[in-house]
């Protein structure tokens, strides 16, 4: 018995007060911002620097993830957003609504990764529709993991805020 009360006390299962939590945190958003679309971000750098094969190799890998991103969308689109919202309304209920942690933590995860997803498939629907290529569309990448980082950026602070009340308020009790 002093050995699973030893256990539980080193692995803390409160999300906003374990540092597993924060690692998530910070590879969720790391990972998102360094794949625009599907491509590693250093591609787009290395087409606009080098240009040549290294453009070409941009364009290809933008478009089979464009065209994949938009199948999905256009096949499985309203069925997506369905199971979406019911899973982030029940993350949000049960975890503000009845004050379970891990759901709170899920929900601070989820929700500015749905926006994220939802940008995704607007800038792939621009891509393809415009036939965007070469400086425009490394700017439109750009500018795609720009906001993806705001966003992030936004969800980190909020996260964190929320994170260290939560924390305050479990110590005062």
Known sequence: MDWYRIVLETIDMRSFSNMWFWIALAVVWS??????????????????????????????????????????????????????????????????????????ALFLLAFPMSLVGLMSIGTAARIRDEGLSGEVLRRKLASHRFWVQVIGLISILVTALWGMAQNMSFTAL
């Open 31 to 104: 990972t998102a911002s360094h794949w625009v679309l599907g491509v590693p971000f250093d591609m787009v750098m290395r087409a606009r620097r080098h240009g040549g094969q290294a453009e070409r190799d941009l364009e290809d890998m933008v478009r089979i993830n464009v065209n994949r991103i938009l199948f999905i969308t256009e096949e499985a689109g309203v069925w997506g957003v369905a199971l979406a919202s019911a899973l982030l309304s029940m993350l949000a209920v049960s975890g503000f609504g009845y004050a379970v942690e891990l759901s709170q």
